[in-house]
């Protein structure tokens, strides 16, 4: 199919020449007199590949008609015929979205060759269109297909984890629950600090297994019901390293909730074990399961003690706060609602699943 090209001149003589030029060298022209016939032709048909306009017209002019026609029809071209007077006028045409002009008189080969170029410019237009919508599908494509494997990746990481937990709850039944009730306390210290998702969930990875080393603790230190010996208490110390050196394996653990699983018993002023860090040396995540993890204990019942009240953690915690916990967190610790915890355990109880929602 031809292609078309509409003429648009106020004089019948330039009108009946420029189509018959360029029907001789195969294009399909319309032609009219104004730049109002125009815009009804285009309105009706505007399915056209270029436009020759006539700048200077009594209705509309050519610029009146560019105006229009670049926003609804932005892949055709519109090259403006004037006089060499008319050039500036001409000019700023182009700035203002013309592709060419043509001055009078012109040659046939002038005028095949602007249209030539016209046409070509459109058909780059149109392919870079194809393209880029070619790319957006594609591009959306591959990321719904990288969301699909990040989520069956997700999905292999809680399986993992998962069996990870289940390995500690058999070695320590007694306290049955205590990495998930630290998870979820920890969750909501880290969103009451205001931390984004994204970390969250690395530091609810490493709360979850932050207890896993004693799975190779001596079960007579680990369920022992008395307060434990020195080198009892040794013994049981090595847990944080030697979860570490557990959790350290999975690449997805390995950084920031390994070293949770190293540093949650560090103490904030430096007394802690087994590196003795101090301050903001402790990672951000190890710092927010430390006051998670003794409130949870606190409130729970131990081998060796029955379990206290809310208000007794708390004050306990804060008499802490410098010493073994870092004290902006225990102050965002203790402005949270008291009734959190209490509904976090309630949920745990009427759901036990085996994990919380990373």
Known sequence: MPDRILVVDGEVQIRETVSSMLAAANYSCQVCSSGMDALRILEQ???????????????????????????????????????????????AAIRNGAYDYLLKPFEREQLLNTVGRALENRRLKVENRTYQANLETLVKARTEQLQTTMLNL???????????????????????????????????????????????????????????????????????????KPDETAIMQRHAYLGYQIVQKFTFLAG???????????????????????GKEIPLGARIVAVANAFESIT?????????????????INQCAGGQFD????????????????????????????????
């Open 327 to 358: 004290p902006e967190i225990v102050k965002v610790f203790l402005d949270m609602p008291s009734n959190i915890w209490e509904s976090i355990r309630g949920e745990i109880k009427r759901h036990p699943a085996p994990l919380p929602p990373f």
């Open 45 to 91: 048909d505007g399915s056209f590949q270029v436009v020759l306009c006539e700048l200077m017209m009594a209705d509309l002019d050519g610029i009146g008609l560019l105006e229009r026609t670049n926003e609804k029809y932005p892949d055709m071209p519109v090259v403006m015929v004037t006089a060499v007077d008319d050039i500036s006028v001409a000019l």
């Open 300 to 316: 729970s019942d131990l081998p060796y003690r029955p379990a206290r009240t809310h208000g007794a953690a708390c004050t306990e």
């Open 154 to 228: 997700e999905r292999s990481y809680d399986v993992t984890l998962e069996g990870l937990g289940n390995v500690l709850e058999l070695k320590h039944a007694e306290t049955g629950g205590h990495s998930r009730r630290v998870t979820l306390f920890t969750i909501a210290i880290a969103q009451a600090l205001g931390l984004p998702r994204e970390q969250i969930a690395v530091i609810a990875r490493g709360a979850f297994l932050h207890d896993i080393g004693k799975i190779v603790i001596p079960d007579n230190i680990l369920r022992k019901p008395e307060q434990l």
């Open 256 to 278: 920031e909730a390994a070293e949770i699983v190293y540093s949650h018993h560090e103490w904030f002023n430096g007394t802690g074990y087994p590196r003795s860090r101090r």
